[in-house]
């Protein structure tokens, strides 16, 4: 069962609560649950107990406060919920191997700033045999792949690590690695769709030159705007939705990169073997795989190697940080997560070979084709898109029997309610961004419809902004408490159903002005 949404829910309600003593009775009362099925979900997902969490998380904040504020200890031990001062020197020497003055006086680098979970970042201590000269050191490949030593140098300032061996493959029976894939994140590039990201990853891995904006515009995703009719959903703006045929963005996306659509699916029929010797194939011929799902929804991410003869997979994931998956996840020294969990993983659906080059790449009649088509108002097995993803969205803002009010305070619904909110956002946002600037470049290199394109690039930059506008009247991008409470106020929907609105014109104008071009093409 996935609890990604439980545990964001009891992260957000406790990152907001660190001061003073967390009061269980309320988390119970937010969340639906009894404390008991609170501390199981907590410790089974994250590999940690809550209460051992909480605590962390306190130490990390009052580490800050030591390091950037004067304000004494005993001050700050009843700032964080502690009953007295020597409680408080105990519990942070425990956690930090040093006591609050000594960590005052000697400021040590041991804070850095963390993802949490979601959209939800905040100061963590790194652990003190962590810290100190890192820049050059030497390990055992064991950390690899349990063979001989290698030489792996570390960038202090960003926590990348950098390989230097003699082949980017490097493996040995049952193993194969191929190493220095770049990073694939939320965030990489700029960008905040996975699967353009991978794209882009896998791509210039290959020797491929495609920007984010091009890998975003050129399959199709950039264009998307879904909602589900039927409820508030998590997935609405899947890139599977983004065409009517699901296999259509990804058959676009690996065109864009010159590669050949070749693609496993699970089926209720397909063994875990078909998928293994898929993988292998590809990887010990040294190209990476694009999957949806792995860790995590299925999203897509990079596989970058094996080991255990398939059993474990490695490579990048946006969830593989994710506390509701660290007890199914390792990271390796390279930064690759670790799994031998992927099967077992439902969202687990398919994998995408980078091996086979494409007989050409794609054009761009084709794009615009592309765009037309996504961006055509329609409702398709319950999931309205275009124009009428919109209406739909703004339609589910407006239900007031859906939305909990801010006095019933019903956490996990706004939660999820907040995510599907974000997910749109970001959705017009990032893809709309993409595009301005995809037709910008091509007005630049297109004399003769640079005009045209132009105003193209023009409309796609109105919409984005207004996603921007939309951000705004939440306080911030982030998907905090903060935020899922300003959605709940009926006011601030009244404010976020006039931008949808606005947001959908402009596109409609832009929409309208593809269709003129491709008369014109």
Not at 33 to 46: E, K, M, P
Not at 149 to 176: H, L, N, P, T
Not at 219 to 232: H, I, P
Not at 318 to 323: A, E, K, L, T
Request: aromatic share 10%.
């Amino acid at each position: 069962m996935d609890y990604s949404i439980f545990i964001w829910t009891v992260v957000i309600y406790v990152e907001n609560r660190l001061q003073g003593k967390l009061e269980y009775e309320d988390l119970m009362r937010e969340t639906g649950f009894s404390l008991a099925h609170i501390r199981d979900v907590f410790a089974r997902c994250t590999g940690m107990p809550l209460a051992r969490y909480v605590n962390s998380r306190k130490m990390a904040n009052a580490a800050f406060d030591l390091v950037h504020t004067d304000v004494p200890v005993v001050e700050l031990a009843m700032k964080y919920g502690f009953s007295s001062h020597d409680v408080f020197t105990r519990a942070f020497k425990r956690e930090t191997g040093m006591t609050p003055q000594c960590f005052r006086k000697e400021k040590p680098k041991m804070l850095e700033r963390v993802k949490l979970c979601a959209g939800v970042y905040g100061m963590a201590l790194i652990r003190p045999e962590e810290c100190g000269e890192m820049n050059v050191r030497k390990q055992s490949a064991d950390d690899f792949y349990d063979q001989s030593d290698e030489d792996i140098f570390y960038d202090s300032d960003d926590r990348e690590v950098v390989f230097m061996m003699s082949d980017q493959k490097a493996g040995r029976e049952g193993s194969m690695i191929l190493y220095d894939v770049p990073k694939v994140c939320y965030g990489a590039y700029q960008g905040y769709t996975p699967f353009p990201i991978c794209m882009k990853a896998c791509a210039n891995y290959l020797g491929t030159e495609i920007s984010y904006d091009d890998a975003i515009v050129e399959s199709g995703a950039a264009f998307r705007m879904v909602w589900n009719t039927k409820e508030w959903d998590g997935g609405n703006v899947d890139v599977i939705f983004t065409f009517d045929d699901p296999d259509k963005v990804y058959r676009m996306g690996m065109k864009a990169i010159g590669r050949e659509f070749r693609i496993i699916g699970r089926t209720p029929d397909t063994k875990k073997e078909a998928f293994v010797e898929f993988i292998k194939k590809e990887i010990d011929a040294g190209y990476p795989c694009i999957a949806l799902g792995i860790i995590g929804p299925p999203e897509a991410c990079v596989i970058t190697g094996y080991q255990n003869d398939g059993k474990t997979l490695m490579g990048w994931n946006c969830f593989q940080d994710g506390p509701e998956f660290r007890t199914k996840v390792k990271i390796d020294v390279s930064g690759y997560f670790k799994t031998d969990a992927w099967w077992e993983n439902e969202c687990t659906v398919a994998v995408f070979g980078t091996s086979a080059l494409a007989e050409k790449r794609i054009s761009f009649k084709e794009v615009i084709e592309n765009a037309i088509e996504v961006m055509s108002p329609r409702v398709v097995e319950g999931f309205a898109k275009g124009g009428m993803g919109f209406d739909a969205w703004k339609a589910a803002l407006l239900k007031e029997e859906d939305i909990p009010k801010k006095s019933q305070t019903v956490l996990p619904i706004m939660v999820e309610q907040m995510m599907c909110q974000g997910d749109a956002m970001d959705c017009i946002t990032d893809g709309r961004q993409s595009a301005a600037r995809y037709f910008k470049k091509m007005a630049e290199q297109t004399e003769e419809y640079s005009r045209e394109l132009l105003q193209i690039a023009t409309q796609f930059h109105k919409v984005e902004e207004i996603g921007e506008r939309m951000y705004a009247t939440l306080g911030g991008a982030a998907r905090d408490e903060k935020q899922i409470r300003m959605l709940a106020d009926p006011e601030t929907r009244g404010m976020m159903t006039d931008l949808i609105e606005q947001a959908k014109k402009e596109d409609d104008k832009a929409l309208a002005l593809l269709k003129e071009l491709k008369k014109k093409l």
